[in-house]
C-alpha cells in the first residue's frame, strides 16, 4: 500500500528539482568552509590545507570581544525575553479567552511582522533621545533591543508546550492539598521546563544572528560577532571571515541538533 | 452563571492580563513605541547634520517620490527613488516565483519521503533556515564572485573565456534572497502538503486524469494556503531586505532597507528616512493583512 502511494505521489521532474535544491543549498556553505582552512593569503586561490585562519581568528583581540559582547548580548536578551515569554505563555493559554488576548498575541508578534529596518530605525531615534538627555551609554541598549524581538521566539515553543499539556496533574495536586505556588513549582513548571528551554535556544541563536538591528543600535566600539563580519566584508576578505563564519556555523548546527532531539523526546 | 463563577473569570482575566505585563512593558517600550516616534519624526524638518528640526514639514512624505527642483521649486518625479522602489519590488516578485518554483518540488519530494528519512531532509532545510543570514549571504558571495567557484569553474570547462561579473549587479541581489529566503518557501509548503491526502491522487488517476491536470486541478488548490503562506513569509523579508543588497549589490544596487540606511547616515534626512520606513512598514501590514484574510476564507471552507 505504502509503495504504491509512493509511486503515485511522484511527479516528473520532481526529485531532479529537489536534489538540485538541497546540492544549491549546501554547495555555497561547503565551499565558505572549505575555504576557511586554505592556507593562502586570498579568499580566491587554493594554498593547501591549513588551521592557520582559524588560529588568526582566535588570537584577534576584535573577534574575542566581539564574540564576547555577542555571548553576553545572546544570554541577557535570552533570560529575559524566555522569562517574560513564559509568564505571558501562562497568562494567554488554558484560560477561557478574555477580552485583549488578541490584543496580547498581536503585541508578541509584533517584531515578528515589522521589518527588521524598521525597528532598527526606530530604535536608533529612541535610544538616540534616550542618550542625549541622560548621557547613558553602554550595552544595555543592544540589550534591550535584542529582548524585545527575542520574545516571539521564546513565546511560541513554550505555548506550543504548555497546550499540549495534560491539565490532570495540577488538578490531582490542588486536591491533594497542594498550594497554589507549589503547583507550579513542582508540577507545571517541571513539565513546561523542555518547552522553556527550547524557547531560551531559539531566543539565544535568534540574539546571536541578528545584524540589521545590532547595528543600528550600537554605538561605536560595541561591535558584535556579525557586525564586525559585515563590516569587515566591505574591506580586503581574507579567509579569516571564512573561520569565523564556520565556527558560528557550527555552534547553530549544535544548538539546532539539541533543539530538535529537545522537542522530539517530549512529543 | 453563578456571581461565584463570575468572580472566578474575572480572576482569570486579571491574572491572565497580569502575567503577560512584563512582556507588554519590553515590546511597548522596544518595538511599538519606537515606531510612534518615526511617526512622529516623518512630518518634521531634516536636522542640518542629522536628526531633526522641531518644525512641521511634509517635506519627508513628499521626498519618497518627489524631488525639489534646486532652480524654481517645482516638484517633479525623483527619477533615483523610482527605480529604488521599482528594483525592490521587482526582485521581491522574482524572489518569490522562484523560491516557489523550486521550492515546490522540494517541499514535495520531503513530504513524499518515508516516516524515518523525512525528518533528516527536513532537518536539512532548517540548518539553513537557523543560520546566520549574514553567513549565508557570504557563502553566495563565495560561489558568484568573479574569483568564486563558479567562475572558476566555467573558466577552466572553458564555457567562458573571461569571468563573468556577477556581483554587485541586480541578478546577485536576487539568486542571494532565492537562496537565503528560500527555506521560507518549502517550510510552510511542506506543512501543507503533508496534510495533503494521497488517495486523492488516486482517484484522479483511476479517473483517467493526466498529471498536467492532477498537479493543476487537485493539489495546487488544496495546498493554496501554504503557497500564500510561503510568498508572503519570502516576499515580507525581501521587500525590506537589507544585509543581502548590501553584501551583494555593494552599495549601487539599493533597495529600500538600504535607502532608509542613507537618509540616516550620508543623506542627513531623518523625515525621509522616517516616512520611507512608515511606507515599507504600510505595504508589508497589507501583505499580512491580506494572508489572513486568505488564511481564514479558506478555514471557513473547510480546507
Known sequence: MATKTFSVAKLPGFTTTAVLVFIALYLPIFTLVAYSFNASQSVAVWGGFSLDWYAKAWNNDQVKDATMRSLIIAVSAAVMSTAVATMAALGTTRRKAFKGQTFIYVMINQPLMVPEIVTAVSLLIFFGMIKQATGIQGIGYVIFAHAAFCIPFAYLPIRARLEGMDLTLETAAADLYASPWQIFRHVTLPLLLPGVIAGAMLAFVISLDDVVITEFVKSGGQDTLPTYMLGQMRRQLTPEINAISSMLLALTVVLLTAFFLLTRKND | MSAAEKAQAAQSTRNGWLLSTPALVILTLFAVGPLMIVAVYSFLAPGQYGNVEWQFSLDGWRGILWTKDIFDDTYGLADANVTIFWRSIRLSVLTTLLTFAVGFPTAWFIATRPAKSRALWLFLITIPFWTNLLIRTYA?????????????????????????????????????????????????????????????????????????????????????????????????????????????GGGKQMMIGNFIDLQFGQGRNWPLGAALSLTLLVIVTAALLIYVKYANRDTAHGH
Open chain 2, 140 to 248: 553566495i558571495n563565495e560561489v558568484i564572485r568573479n574569483e568564486g567557484l563558479l567562475n572558476t569553474l566555467l573558466l577552466k570547462l572553458g564555457v567562458i573565456s573571461a569571468p563573468i561579473q556577477l556581483l554587485y549587479t541586480d541578478t546577485a541581489v536576487f539568486i542571494g534572497m532565492a537562496y537565503v529566503y528560500l527555506p521560507l518557501m518549502v517550510l510552510p509548503l511542506f506543512a501543507a502538503i503533508d496534510r495533503f491526502d494521497m488517495k486523492l491522487l488516486e482517484a484522479a488517476y483511476d479517473l483517467y486524469a493526466s498529471r498536467m491536470q492532477v498537479l493543476r486541478r487537485v493539489i495546487l488548490p488544496i495546498v493554496k494556503p501554504g503557497i500564500i503562506a510561503g510568498s508572503i513569509l519570502v516576499f515580507v523579508p525581501s521587500l525590506g531586505a537589507y544585509v543581502t543588497p548590501r553584501v551583494l
